[in-house]
Structure formats: structure tokens, C-alpha cells
């Protein structure tokens, strides 16, 4: 099988590797996809068409079907939020999706009501402030696996309730486990800087290879 690498940057994620595939899914963020050596066939409510590449909208269930080439798939909202409020919100919930605070909380902090701020974080991202949370924790289980934590310290580190919500929500979001994954030797690439839990920004720039086979997710 064709070797596969995760790159992970703060609040974006790309893949190159075999399609492995994918389940119908949904995304936090918006999804670039590009058939890398030949077209794919996108399947979008219920309507399907063979296409080199697509940008696939946030929340938006679609399937995914290729062949045996490489596919490239880069998961990230284009541009920085213009309030700066919003884009504060989005800085404390990548550093620490764990224990960051709800809507209400960033609501208050805001000056603002809290269906207020949920419509401007959404004008402002393209996504919903629960699906953009939940995508910050998908990264930072990320740098937890780079760092060469299992899945279920990921999973913890990363504020999910069990090892198996987290895997279900990886399926919901990729179309596949997070196991499924890791057992096709995909290697992951942190780069840039991840301020962790500990508040201490540590510098992430080598490729470290997950070998996670046999993990209980």
C-alpha cells in the first residue's frame, strides 16, 4: 500500500495517501480534496460526479471514492476571522480544546448573548462554534499521537469523554477510525508551534511515524 502522511499546522490538518475508503462523512471545516494520479467520484445529496477536485463546505455529508492513486485532502477555514473577538475564541480553543470554555463563556467574556455570538462565530468561520470545537480537539489528539501518546491518551488529552467517542466522532468526521487509520503506517507531521496543556509552547517540526497497531479504538 502507498505510503500516507498527516501534516498537522494550528487549526488545519492535510493528508496524501490512498483513499482508504472513506464512509460518508462530515466535516468541521471546509475539505480541499485533489486526485492526486486520476479523478474521484463525489457523491453529494445523493447526487454523484467524477471530479479531479472539489472544495466540500463544512457540515456538508459526502462521499468520497477513488481508486488505488493518492489522494490529497487539506482541512482548514481560508482567511482569519475579521472580528477579533472571534478569532481570540479561536486561538484559546486550539490551545486548549479541553478545557476551553463553552459558548456561554466566550458569549460573556464577548459582551455578548449567547445566540448572538453563536450566529457571529459561524458569519465569521463558515462553521458552527460546536463543530469548530470539536475540530480543535481532533487536532490536538493529533499532536498527542505525533507526540507518541496511544489513542486513548489522545483521547484525554484531548477532552473527549471516552476512547470510543472519540472514535466515533473520528468516523463521523473522516469516514474512517482513527485505528483504521494508523494501522496503514500513516505517518504524522507536526508543524509550527502547539502551545499544550501545560501552557509551555513547544516547537513541533520532525515527522514522527505512528505505529499504533492493535490500540482498543
Do not use: K, N
Amino acid at each position: 500500500m502507498t505510503a500516507s502522511t498527516i501534516w498537522l499546522w494550528p487549526g488545519r490538518a492535510a493528508y496524501l495517501g490512498p483513499s482508504l475508503r472513506l464512509d460518508a462523512h462530515s466535516t468541521a471545516v471546509p475539505c480541499y480534496a485533489v486526485g492526486v494520479d486520476e479523478p474521484f467520484h463525489l457523491t453529494v445529496a445523493g447526487v454523484g460526479r467524477r471530479v479531479r477536485g472539489a472544495r466540500i463546505p463544512p457540515r456538508t455529508v459526502h462521499r468520497i471514492e477513488a481508486g488505488p492513486g493518492r489522494m490529497f485532502f487539506d482541512y482548514r477555514i481560508a482567511g482569519t476571522p475579521a472580528d477579533p473577538r472571534i478569532a481570540e475564541v479561536l486561538r484559546m480553543l486550539l490551545a486548549d480544546p479541553a478545557d476551553a470554555p463553552g459558548a456561554a463563556g466566550f458569549a460573556a467574556a464577548a459582551g455578548l448573548s449567547t445566540s448572538r455570538f453563536l450566529h457571529l462565530f459561524a458569519a465569521q468561520t463558515g462553521t458552527s462554534f460546536r463543530r469548530y470545537r470539536l475540530w480543535a480537539r481532533m487536532l490536538r489528539a493529533g499532536h498527542a499521537l505525533a507526540a507518541g501518546g496511544d489513542l486513548t491518551r489522545a483521547a484525554a488529552d484531548a477532552g473527549f469523554a471516552s476512547p470510543s467517542h472519540f472514535s466515533d466522532s473520528f468516523h463521523a468526521m473522516f469516514g474512517l477510525t482513527a485505528s483504521t487509520l494508523l494501522a496503514a503506517d500513516c505517518r504524522i507531521v507536526t508543524v509550527g508551534e502547539v502551545t499544550m496543556r501545560t501552557g509551555t509552547p513547544t516547537h513541533l517540526a520532525e515527522p514522527v511515524t505512528s505505529s499504533l497497531r492493535g490500540s482498543p479504538v
